[in-house]
């Protein structure tokens, strides 16, 4: 069911306006979402007519943008990427892990997003390996799923990374299974302490080799000394890294990935009003206790897409990612022998459906099975169904 308002809507209406308010200081990458956002599931983009095979009901379905920043476009991008994930899950336990970026630093990300995203994700998958890796806390080699996300829950500039980690590993001999204590992986401030220590060491040896930019506000910053100074409160600052309780099974860890893994800065549903001017949404708070987390805020549309710009990645900035066991490279091997030490079968895989009529809503007039009877061009309006009335024509979206 569409939301009253949607992203698009603000686009749409707002978007004009900002492109011209901000010529010259919007990337090519933040125009092309604005314009996929725009015509996503409009004539724009063309379409196809569906037609019911029992009773003849038709209705008009147009293309999606399939930009991985469109609200409307992650759920099927998400149901396929869960389908192929659910071969890798092993049955143990599986915890939820966070490492995020302290202010200082995620200002200098802001300005070298590509680097510094990068640079998160190898540095955080590093200290989880490592003190995986170590006698003193588990002695084993694990797999990470790493999810990147740069937004807090106001669509501000917040650089963090996500991990579903399974409890337990492969002994470094490769014979067998080293499971984790059953409420605990490993501790947290031993994981900030060497996520501080490899995230800095690597950031200042970007800077060395001249890899890092500085441009308005944080041109200062081009000055090694000023750099160091900007950096000499997070030296002793305790990085927060976060170890959520272990998931109730795997059909949790999957539940948990769809919401994760294809999440943008704002969905559709948060969003609960908009007057062409201003737009009212919700988003929690997590300064305030549980209770009362769940706040509403109201911003001109001119900020709110502002906002939502920040977390355009950079052209293919691979945002998901796999680590230890669930490498690319090795993920089928590592994850057989894991099965075969923990003695359980390897998954069925079921051969997938012929066509994708699984993710094409029913008849909703009967629940019968919808076909495709006619497709259309970019920019281009279907013919109406030869032979149907006028009431049907009506019912049509």
Known sequence: MRASVEVADIFRAAGPAYRTAHAGHLSLAQLKVMSAIEHCRTAALGGHVEACAD????????????????PKCHGAAARTWLAEREADLLPVGYFHVVFTLPAEVADIAFQNKATIYDLLLRAASETMLTIAADPKHLGARIGITAVLHTWGSAMTHHPHVHMIVPGGGIALDGKRWVSSRPAFL???????????????????????????????????LADRRAFLRHLNPV?????VVYAKPPFAGPEAVLAYLSRYTHRVAISNRRIIRFDKSDVTFRYKDYRRPDTDRHQVMTLTADEFIRRFLLHVLPRGFHRIRHYGLLASSSRKTSLALARELLAVAPPVMNDPPAEPDGFRPPCPCCGG?????????????????????????????
């Open 55 to 70: 009773c003849g009901h038709w209705r008009i379905t147009y293309n999606s943008c399939r930009n991985r920043h469109c």
């Open 369 to 397: 099975r919808m076909i495709v009877i006619e497709v259309f061009e970019r920019w281009r309006q279907p013919r109406g169904p030869p032979g149907k009335t006028a009431t049907n024509r009506e019912n049509a979206p």
């Open 235 to 239: 030296r002793s600052k305790r990085w």
């Open 186 to 220: 490993f501790p947290v401030r031993v994981l900030g302490k060497l996520f501080r220590r490899l995230f800095l060491t690597r950031l200042i040896a970007l800077r060395e080799a001249g890899r890092l930019a500085f441009v308005g506000s944080m041109a200062h």
